[in-house]
């Protein structure tokens, strides 16, 4: 069966970008667009990113994942790490991380590479997460594995509710945070017509190379 959704499309018209309206640090423009996706009180999680690696059979995997923190050093969020996605940085920490805010009609994707955060930070963040996700993450021991069924979760999170039940919950040590410390972002403005701006920053070490991209 073929199903035909070649007439799902949609005109882009909010915005545009111009060269001359640009900073020089590109965090300094993707932190001006996440606020205005805040302000723009989107139903979606603004702060939602798919995270792409490369596996050991040089495929790539994508998934959604959580940005919980971003500043000139990096962008970090948090996993298991015997999960797929860390086991892949592990043997290989080049990834990409891209948003997109369908209601301002813009696309930002970053490209860098990854390592651990402190466990100091890691600490921090589990210790602020609501008692029911951290009991998750000692659930979810073995993130991406065979399981027999989700009853097996259920019973093991009700175990570990009961145990817990007075006690504070430690950070296990397979949890913990990534940050992207990122080489390149490109930003996507949706245009009409399809000519969508795009520009794209080059980290050359000294500074950041602004260069606009044919869409």
Known sequence: MIRDVSN?????TKNFLDERDLPDQPLNLFDKWFKEAISNKSKNEINAMTLSTIDNFGYPNGRIVLLKYYSIDGFIFFTNYNSKKSLSIQKNNKVSISFFWEEMERQVIIKGNAYKTSEDLSDQYFNSRPK???LGALVSKNQSSVIESKKVL????????????????????????????????EFWQGGPDRLHDRIRYRNNVKNWIIERLSP
Do not use: A, C, D, V
């Not at 799902?8 to 882009?12: D, E, I, V």
């Open 154 to 185: 259920i019973q093991r999170f009700n175990q570990l509710s009961n145990e817990f039940k007075s006690k504070s919950i430690e950070r296990p040590k397979n949890w913990g945070g990534y940050i992207i410390k990122p080489i390149e972002y």
């Open 132 to 134: 029911g996700s951290k």
């Open 8 to 12: 799902l499309r949609k005109t882009y």
